[in-house]
């Protein structure tokens, strides 16, 4: 009987010897990824940011953010969205739509979020009115205006030479939420 205890117990202690190391490894995975956290953190609290955003405000290399925005990403705990010259970065919780990941995206730049607002608040607006309230050059409001049209947040209208810009209506309820929460 003593021999079964005996011989039970040192397949138990072997058991946890070789279990150890797995368990040392997880403990370490958890430490290491403090920066991972780190950048998962920014990403639910400003989604659409940039990488280079994220490197800026959370002091870590870009090879290192990109090295854990690719873990992430193949985790699952995050979309990674080509738009323009930039990736966006937001949660991959089916929390933001393609429309709406589009508009947060806008409210990144300080340009398109000022000519998103103005087009918001004074519906029918120039972009002759757009560059002297703004003090935005017109190739600039022109460029902005083409990128909010082929992404559906904008549409437009002719008036003699001139066009007039409205936010189509869905964007504008984003808009409004959007704008309102980086007011809060």
Do not use: C
């Amino acid at each position: 009987m003593k021999l079964f205890y005996a011989s039970s117990m040192a397949v138990a202690f072997l058991t946890l010897l070789k279990l150890l190391p797995f368990v040392l490894g997880k403990i370490e995975d958890l430490l290491k990824n403090q920066n991972r956290n780190a950048i998962l953190n920014y990403i639910y609290a400003n989604p659409g940011t940039t990488i280079a955003r994220i490197s800026e405000e959370q002091q870590i290399e870009r090879g290192m953010v990109k090295y854990h925005l690719y873990k992430l990403e193949t985790e699952g705990k995050i979309v990674l969205r080509r738009m323009g010259k930039y990736s966006r970065l937001f949660r991959n919780s089916g929390t933001y739509g393609d429309d709406e990941q589009k508009v947060i995206a806008h409210l990144q730049n300080r340009n398109s979020r000022s000519i998103l607002i103005l087009i918001l608040e004074q519906p029918g607006i120039t972009n002759q009115e757009l560059t002297e309230r703004l003090g935005v050059e017109k190739s600039a409001v022109h460029w902005h205006m083409e990128k909010f049209i082929s992404d559906g947040l904008v549409r437009f209208e002719p008036y003699g030479k001139y066009k007039r810009y409205f936010v189509i209506e869905n964007a504008s309820i984003m808009l409004q939420k959007h704008t309102e929460q980086a007011v809060t």
